[in-house]
């Protein structure tokens, strides 16, 4: 008669430590407020988001319209007025093929000085040890705050007149080689790669060039896609320094093209504001594009992935 008795009690005392140990059902007040900020959230969100893409939006109808129709109703498409000419009448006084060509080489090699300059400078101002490595970094820092507007005139005359590269691809990449925004932003992912990964392959022999090639660069992608993004947009809508370096039309990149065709030939097409923003939108859809794609690449992060407890 005892073992039951002692049974029951344990029993007893254990539904009564799961009842205490069961989280409290939420109150019908609590979850109508939390219901309520959800709906609020999305609903500045969506709103956010609406005013975020009216402009691309505006641009797609307007590059389509026959005949421009600015008020409130041109905002929906109208199948009467809708046409790819003002594609064909950009494209007939510029190349926008040629335009897209230029821009996207002096975007990638933009892109790739920023990558290999910034992963060399990056790691070596977070994993090396050697005298001066504060001073340079508070150098990267003291750049950021430079403008670029600045430096113009001075590189102008140094890489047109001193070293002969107007109207010269190299011209216009070689003041953006080396982007102090991807060197901080490789050097931070770098610090957060446990050190013990670094001695462990030193241990093993590897020398910093196969240490940074094979355990670094692996571990920081994110990085190099994030700085990729970053960077992308300049060069990409970049104009005053490509319009300085360069006078050849076949040599200007699509945003320089089309700044001239705005200022020069738009006003005697039949409709300069369709043209215009045709033009803008083919310039807009490879960005667009991009980051459409590499979207979650802000967020991943995988250098935890390399560490196990």
């Given amino acids: 008669m005892t073992r ?9 005392v254990g539904s009564e430590a799961s009842a205490r140990q069961a989280p409290a059902a939420p109150r019908p007040r609590a979850r109508r407020r939390s219901k309520g900020t959800a709906t609020l959230r999305g609903v500045v969100l969506g709103i956010g988001a609406v005013a975020f893409l009216f402009p691309f939006y505006y641009m797609v109808v307007g590059s389509l319209q026959r005949t421009p129709d600015q008020t ?27 335009g897209l060509l230029n821009s ?20 070596a101002l977070a994993v090396l040890e050697w005298r001066g490595r504060g001073a340079t970094f508070a150098l990267v820092l003291l750049v950021q705050v430079i403008p670029f507007q600045l430096l113009q005139i001075p590189l102008y005359v140094l890489i047109a007149r001193d070293y002969g590269l107007a109207d010269n691809l190299l011209g216009m990449i070689l003041p953006f080689a080396i982007n102090s925004t991807a060197v901080i932003v490789f050097r931070q992912y770098f610090l957060q790669v446990p050190r ?15 240490l940074l090639w094979s355990v670094a660069i692996p ?37 320089v093209s089309l700044a001239n065709y705005i200022s020069a030939v738009a006003s005697s097409t039949a409709n300069p504001f369709g043209a215009v923003t045709a033009g803008a939108l083919v310039l807009a859809v490879p960005v667009i594009v991009l980051f459409i794609v590499f979207q979650r690449y802000f967020v991943s992060s995988d250098i935890g992935s390399g560490v196990k407890g």
Avoid at 4 to 12: D, I, R, T, Y
Wanted: aromatic fraction near 10%; glycine fraction near 10%.
């Fill in 196 to 210: 013990e990964m670094f001695e462990a392959a030193r241990i093993d022999g590897a020398r910093e060039v196969r």
């Fill in 4 to 12: 039951p008795l002692v049974q029951e009690g344990a029993a007893a």
């Fill in 219 to 255: 571990l920081v992608r994110p990085a190099m896609v994030t700085a990729l993004l970053l960077t992308f947009i300049g060069p990409w809508n970049e104009f005053l320094w490509p319009f300085l370096i360069t006078k050849q039309a076949d040599k200007q990149p699509l945003a």
């Fill in 104 to 123: 996207g080489l002096f975007t990638g090699g933009v892109l790739l000085c920023t990558v290999v300059f910034g992963v060399l400078v990056g790691y």
């Fill in 72 to 98: 409130l109703s041109g905002l929906v498409p109208d199948p009467g007025n809708l046409t790819l000419e003002n594609f064909a009448a950009v494209n007939s006084r510029i190349s926008l093929l040629t």
